[in-house]
């Protein structure tokens, strides 16, 4: 999307609200795609299906203080799948390229063991290897623990899953778990890849790649000069570590503060802040970071089990 938006008009309106961009410039919502035989592939699909990975998956532990029935938790499974057709891809070679179909129908058996080792442990050790070409791209098994305990083991291939997948997979388990029933989806995973296949290939999605060579033709994107502890290694690996940190319960009364005031996400304030710690550390006003983004902001996608990036 190309779009300017001035300092004066920042200030001058405190916020810009991504919804006010994004219904200008013709944008377009995303309509059903119909009953296809074949369905393409999101760009982030074809991504990790050329690497040809066939255990890149998430894998979740749900842990319960009772004894499961297996197949309570095996239907509430199956019901996921049919109401997620992400779930039930599988995918083929046609005619020089990778399509998706979906299943009408597929179901999974539930696993189950008795273990006396940890949680985590047990999470850590629960992996499978796919078969992308005939499903199913999720496993389970209910793991029996001493005290009466059990633990649900969820793995599910990343090829239909990102990080938002799993708060909406969950939500719709408990809701199931809860014997309540699921909203009808307005979209599915099919009519956002069928879109975005068509926009790719628009005479829009040119411009807009014009647009953007045209605006950093020419810019210098050397690496921030930080006083690291170490020489930096030029090899990117692009691999994720992550920090926790425990913060007081005054200084975040402090960001939910400033984020009110302001119309803007706590997620803006904190990343504001790591703006202005990197010009302290390198003197440097005109700095990029690369942010992952999950692109729910069509009508109708927020509850899609989906993979963006």
Known sequence: ???????????????????????EDGFQEISKTGIKDF????FSQKRLYSSNNNSDSTTLGILFNTKLAPSKIENI????????????????????????SILDNQTITIETERSSFDVQTLVDNYYNT??????????????????????????????????????IFLKDFFTLYNEKELDNLSLEYADYTSWEDNFLNSDKSKSYNEFWKNKFKNQDF??????????LDNSKLYVK???NLELSKEYL???????????????????????????????????????????????????????LF
Request: aromatic letters at 12%; one cysteine or more; a neutral charge.
């Open 241 to 243: 570590e992550e920090i």
């Open 77 to 100: 499974l199956n019901k996921l799948i049919k109401v997620h057709s992400s779930l039930r891809y599988v995918f083929k070679y046609m005619d020089g390229k990778t399509v998706v």
């Open 1 to 23: 999307m190309k779009k300017d938006v001035s300092n004066l008009n920042y200030f001058n309106n405190h916020f810009v609200s991504i919804q006010d961009l994004l219904t």
């Open 253 to 307: 009364n402090n960001v939910q503060t400033i984020s009110k005031e302001n119309n803007i996400s706590i997620y803006s304030v904190l990343l504001s802040c790591l703006y202005i710690l990197l010009y302290k550390y390198s003197t440097k006003s005109d700095i990029t970071i690369g942010l992952p983004y999950d692109g729910r902001y069509f009508a109708g996608s927020y509850d899609i089990i989906r993979k």
């Open 222 to 231: 050397a690496i921030l000069n930080l006083p690291y502890d170490f020489p």
């Open 130 to 167: 796919f078969d992308l070409k005939n499903g199913p791209l999720l496993h389970a098994k209910i793991v029996f623990l001493e005290d009466g305990l059990s633990l649900v083991l969820l793995n599910i291939h990343n090829i239909v899953f990102d990080e938002l997948s799993i708060k």
């Open 39 to 42: 369905y393409p592939l999101s």
